[in-house]
C-alpha cells in the first residue's frame, strides 16, 4: 500500500463510503439512460492557432524535448552503471516513481509527450538523422494480428519487476531487467523499425494509453486544438492486446494492494511456495481476473442485445482506462509526491561520493501531505469513484452507438454490475486493514 489515508481516517464509516461508491455508479448510470437517449456529438473543440501549432510541431522543439529525455535517460543510467548499491541511489526512485507513476500526470497535462521523451525512439531517430538514412522502416513489416501483444509482455515483465521479483531495489535486477529490454527493442527495431515501438514499448503504450485522458487533439489538418477527454477517450484504437494491456495496468495495481494485506502476509509466509513464485501467481491471477470479468461481462451484453460478441471486448475497452488511471492515482499519489522528491534529493549525489550536483544536499522530504491523512483517504476513494463513474460515462455513449436500441439500458447493465464489483473490490484493497 502507498497511501497514506485508512478506513480509520476517512470522515465516514468505511461501510457508507463502498456503498456509497456503488450507488453513485447505480444512480449515474440510471441518471444517464433517463437523460441521454442518443449518442453525445463529438464536439469540434477549441482551435489553438496556427501559431501554436507550427511551434508545438517544429523540429526544434521537438530536439529539445528529444534531447532533455536523453539526457535525463543518460544521468540515471550512468547511477544505474556508476553508482552504489544503495537505497539513496536515485535510479531506483526513477524508474519506479518519476518513470512508472510519473507518466499518469505527464500524459495528462501534455498529452502524447513520452514520444518525444522516449529514448528509445529518440536514440533510434538520432542514429537514423546522423547516418543521414531518415528512419528506416526496418527489414520487415511487421503484422497487424501482432498489435499491441509485445507491449502487454512488456507490461506484465515490468509490474513483475515492481511487485514480484525478488531484490528489486537492486542494481544487479534493475541492470538486469533494463538490459533485456533494451535487447528486445534494439532486435525489434532492426527487424520492424519504429513500428516495433508503437507495439512493443510497454512505457510508451501505457503514456499514450493515458493520453487519450488528456484534453489536447487535433483537427483533421493538424491544427491543435482543446477537446472533452471523453471524445478523445472514445478514438482509443483497439488493437490486438489493447484489452489485455488495460487488464494487466488495473490488475498489477489491485494485486499491489492486496499483497499488503494480512491475509497475503499470512498466507504467503505459511506456503510452502516461494516468494517469487506466490507474487507472480498472485500478479498473473488478478490481471486474469479482471480480463475474464470484462470480457465475460461482454459477451452477457452481447446475448442480450442480440449481437456479435466478438467485437464488443475491443468496442468498450476504452471505458477501462478511466478506471485504471483512478486506480493508478488513489494507490500511488503519495508515492508520487514524496518518493518523487526524495528521487530529486538522491540525484545531488548519484554516485554516492557525497557530491551536491543540485544544491539539496542537507534538504529534507516535505512531508506535509502526511498531516492529512483523512484528506489522502478521500482523494484516493474519490479517484477509485470518479474513475468507474467516467467508465459509465463513456460505456453508456458507445452503447448507445453501437448496440441495438432496443436493449441498449438493459445490455449495459452486466458491464455495470463489473464495475460495481471493480469499484467495491479496489476500495477493500486500498483500505485493506
Excluded at 306 to 329: M, W
Amino acid at each position: 500500500m502507498h497511501g497514506l489515508g485508512g478506513r480509520q481516517d476517512l470522515p465516514l464509516p468505511f461501510e457508507l463510503v463502498v456503498v456509497g461508491a456503488a450507488l453513485a455508479l447505480v444512480v449515474s448510470f440510471v441518471v444517464l439512460s433517463l437523460a441521454r437517449t442518443a449518442p453525445r456529438p463529438a464536439g469540434p473543440g477549441v482551435p489553438l492557432g496556427a501559431t501554436l501549432t507550427r511551434v508545438v510541431d517544429s523540429a526544434g522543439l521537438a530536439w529539445t524535448v528529444r534531447g532533455v529525455g536523453l539526457l535525463l535517460t543518460g544521468f540515471m543510467a550512468a547511477a544505474l552503471l556508476f553508482g552504489k548499491d544503495l537505497a539513496t541511489n536515485p535510479v531506483f526512485g526513477y524508474v519506479y516513481v518519476w518513470v512508472w507513476v510519473g507518466l499518469v500526470p505527464l500524459s495528462l497535462l501534455l498529452g502524447p509527450v513520452w514520444r518525444l521523451l522516449n529514448p528509445v525512439r529518440s536514440t533510434y531517430l538520432l542514429v537514423a538523422r546522423l547516418q543521414r538514412v531518415g528512419a528506416p522502416a526496418g527489414a520487415f513489416p511487421l503484422p497487424a494480428w501482432v498489435g499491441r501483444w509485445p507491449a502487454v509482455a512488456g507490461l506484465f515483465a515490468f509490474v513483475w519487476l515492481e511487485l514480484a521479483a525478488p531484490d528489486r531495489v537492486s542494481i544487479p535486477v534493475v541492470l538486469l531487467w533494463f538490459a533485456a529490454y533494451a535487447v528486445v527493442m534494439g532486435c525489434g527495431l532492426l527487424l520492424f523499425g519504429l513500428a516495433w515501438i508503437d507495439a512493443a514499448d510497454p512505457f510508451e503504450t501505457y503514456a499514450l494509453t493515458v493520453a487519450r485522458l488528456s484534453p489536447w487533439a487535433r483537427r483533421e489538418d493538424g491544427q491543435l486544438r482543446l477537446r472533452s477527454p471523453l471524445t478523445n477517450l472514445a478514438g482509443l484504437d483497439p488493437q490486438p492486446g489493447t484489452v489485455a494491456f488495460v487488464a494487466v495496468l488495473i490488475g498489477s495495481t489491485g494485486f499491489d494492494g492486496f499483497s499488503g494485506s494480512g491475509g497475503w502476509l499470512r498466507w504467503t509466509q505459511d506456503s510452502a511456495l516461494p516468494g517469487v513464485v506466490a507474487g507472480t501467481l498472485g500478479l498473473l491471477a488478478f490481471s486474469v481476473l479482471v480480463g475474464l470479468s470484462y470480457v465475460a461481462a461482454c459477451r452477457a451484453a452481447a446475448g442480450i442485445t442480440g449481437t456479435s460478441a466478438r467485437p464488443l471486448p475491443g468496442l468498450f475497452v476504452h471505458t477501462l482506462v478511466p478506471i485504471a488511471l483512478g486506480y493508478v492515482t488513489a494507490h500511488y499519489l503519495t508515492l508520487l509526491i514524496l518518493e518523487g522528491q526524495r528521487v530529486l534529493l538522491n540525484a545531488s549525489d548519484p554516485f554516492s561520493r557525497g557530491w551536491d550536483l543540485l544544491g539539496t544536499s542537507g534538504r529534507q522530504v516535505d512531508t506535509t501531505i502526511a498531516n492529512h491523512p483523512g484528506l489522502v483517504g478521500v482523494i484516493q476513494a474519490g479517484a477509485v469513484v470518479a474513475g468507474h463513474v467516467i467508465g459509465v460515462f463513456a460505456a453508456h455513449d458507445r452503447a448507445l452507438a453501437r448496440l441495438p436500441r432496443a436493449g441498449v439500458v438493459r445490455g449495459q447493465v452486466p458491464m455495470l454490475v463489473v464495475m460495481v464489483g471493480y469499484t467495491v473490490a479496489a476500495l477493500l484493497l486500498l483500505f485493506n486493514e
